[in-house]
C-alpha cells in the first residue's frame, strides 16, 4: 500500500487564503463606508431639524415684538428693526400695504351716519432670521390701528 503524501496533507490545514482575505476586507470597508455615509446624513438631517424646530418655537415671540413695534408706529412709511434672541440675530421690515376707514356708523342721538378717518393700516412684514450660517425668512400680514 502507498504511503500518503505529506505534503498534500499539510496543503489541506484549516485557514483562509489571501484572495479570501482580500475580499471579506472589501465588504468590511464597504460596508464602514455605507454606515459612515448614513450616519453622517443623519447627523445632518439631525442638525437642519434642530435649526428649524428653534427658529420655529421663535416665531411666535417674534412676531409679537413685531406687532408691538408696528401698533406703536403711528406714520405712512416702512418700518424697521432688527434685534436678537438667544443666538439667534433676526430683522424686519414692514411695508405699508394699505390703510382704511371703519364702515359708517348710524348714530341714533343725531340721526345721521357718522364717518371715521383713517384708522387701519395693513403692512406686510418680511422676517430674515440668521443662526450662524443658516438663514431662514417669511413673510406675514398684520394689522394695525390707532384712535
Do not use: C
Not at 485557514?15 to 479570501?20: H, R, V
Not at 453622517?40 to 418655537?57: G, I
Request: proline share 3%; net charge positive.
Amino acid at each position: 500500500m502507498p504511503k500518503p503524501n505529506r505534503a498534500r496533507k499539510s496543503a489541506k490545514h484549516s485557514g483562509f487564503t489571501l484572495l479570501e482575505v482580500l475580499i471579506s476586507s472589501i465588504i468590511l470597508f464597504l460596508f464602514i463606508t455605507m454606515a459612515s455615509q448614513a450616519f453622517s446624513q443623519a447627523a445632518q438631517s439631525s442638525l437642519k431639524a434642530e435649526r428649524a424646530a428653534k427658529v420655529a418655537s421663535l416665531v411666535p415671540l417674534l412676531m409679537e415684538n413685531i406687532r408691538g413695534k408696528v401698533l406703536a408706529v403711528n406714520t405712512l412709511g416702512d418700518v424697521a428693526g432688527q434685534g436678537k434672541m438667544l443666538d439667534m440675530q433676526y430683522h424686519w421690515q414692514a411695508k405699508l400695504l394699505e390703510r382704511k376707514r371703519p364702515a359708517s356708523r348710524f348714530d341714533p342721538s343725531t340721526m345721521e351716519f357718522k364717518d371715521y378717518k383713517d384708522r387701519f393700516n395693513l403692512w406686510s412684514v418680511e422676517v430674515v432670521v440668521t443662526i450662524g450660517k443658516y438663514q431662514r425668512s417669511w413673510q406675514y400680514e398684520e394689522i394695525s390701528w390707532f384712535k
